[in-house]
C-alpha cells in the first residue's frame, strides 16, 4: 500500500511562486508515472503535470511555461514548481502514482489559492 501526502500549498498574490510536494511511503517499484492534478470550485479535476518512469514530462496548455514537474526517486517524491500564479490557478492540487500493473494512487489534496 502506497500512501502520498502533499504540502507546500498556501496563499499567494498574483504573480507569485509556490512549490509543492508530495511524498510516498513505501515502495514505488513499478512506478509508471507521477502526476499533479488540481481541481477547482464546480469544475472537474483536470491535469497540470505528469511525469513518466523514463523523465518525460508532459504540461497542460493552461499552466505550460509556468510550471515545472520533477522527481527525487531517492526520497520517492514528486514536485511541482508553480511560478507566475494566476487567480486561475487557484483549486486543490492532488498528485497521483500510477503503477506499470494499473493501481493508482492519490493524495489528500492541497489547497493553493491566488489572490490579492
Known amino acids: 500500500q502506497v500512501q502520498l501526502v502533499e504540502s507546500g500549498g498556501g496563499s499567494v498574490q498574483p504573480g507569485g511562486s509556490l512549490r509543492l510536494s508530495c511524498a510516498a511511503s513505501?515502495?514505488?517499484?513499478?512506478?509508471?508515472?507521477m502526476g499533479w492534478y488540481r481541481q477547482a470550485p464546480g469544475k472537474q479535476r483536470e491535469l497540470v503535470a505528469v511525469?513518466?518512469?523514463?523523465?518525460?514530462?508532459n504540461y497542460a496548455e493552461s499552466t505550460k511555461g509556468r510550471v515545472t514537474i520533477s522527481r527525487d526517486n531517492a526520497r520517492n517524491t514528486v514536485y511541482l514548481q508553480m511560478n507566475t500564479l494566476k487567480p486561475e490557478d487557484t483549486a486543490v492540487y492532488y498528485c497521483?502514482?500510477?503503477?506499470?500493473?494499473?493501481?493508482?494512487?492519490w493524495g489528500k489534496g492541497t489547497l493553493v489559492t491566488v489572490s490579492s
Open positions: 497521483l502514482f500510477k503503477f506499470n500493473w494499473g493501481a493508482e494512487y
Open positions: 511525469i513518466t518512469s523514463g523523465n518525460t514530462t
Open positions: 513505501g515502495s514505488i517499484f513499478g512506478i509508471n508515472f
